[in-house]
Nanobody, 114 residues
Framework: VQLQAFGGGLVQAGGCVKL?????????????MGWYRQAPGKQRELVAT???????NYADSVKGRFAISRDGAENTVYLQMNSLKPEDTAVYSC?????????WGQGTQVTVSS
């Protein structure tokens, strides 16, 4: 199983970034896909998830600014991040979950400068 994340980088406050995570080795359609983040000195936290039926869930801190989506044909989950704030700075990681099967990808750094 491999989850490869792309798209991190340095962006100014108010800007936008789109993250992608390509999954391989899983039956993508069965899995709930999610994005999590971990800022320095803090615990990892949920950013957003998207279910098999496309139902989404967001952390309160990102509602209205971030949008998660998935493409079954490409086995890819996306995170569109708009109106970025310095407090969004973190390592963002992709997750896939189906029952007891839980997989993590490598993180991608997003840094938001003020």
């Amino acid at each position: 199983v491999q989850l490869q994340a792309f798209g991190g980088g340095l962006v100014q406050a108010g800007g936008c970034v789109k993250l992608s995570c390509v999954a391989s080795g899983i039956t993508f359609s069965k899995y709930i896909m999610g994005w999590y983040r971990q800022a320095p000195g803090k615990q990892r936290e949920l950013v957003a998830t998207i279910g098999r039926n496309g139902r989404t869930n967001y952390a309160d801190s990102v509602k209205g600014r971030f949008a998660i989506s998935r493409d079954g044909a490409e086995n890819t989950v996306y995170l569109q991040m708009n109106s970025l704030k310095p407090e969004d700075t973190a390592v963002y990681s992709c997750n896939s979950n189906w029952g007891s099967a839980n997989f993590w990808g490598q993180g991608t750094q997003v840094t938001v400068s003020s």
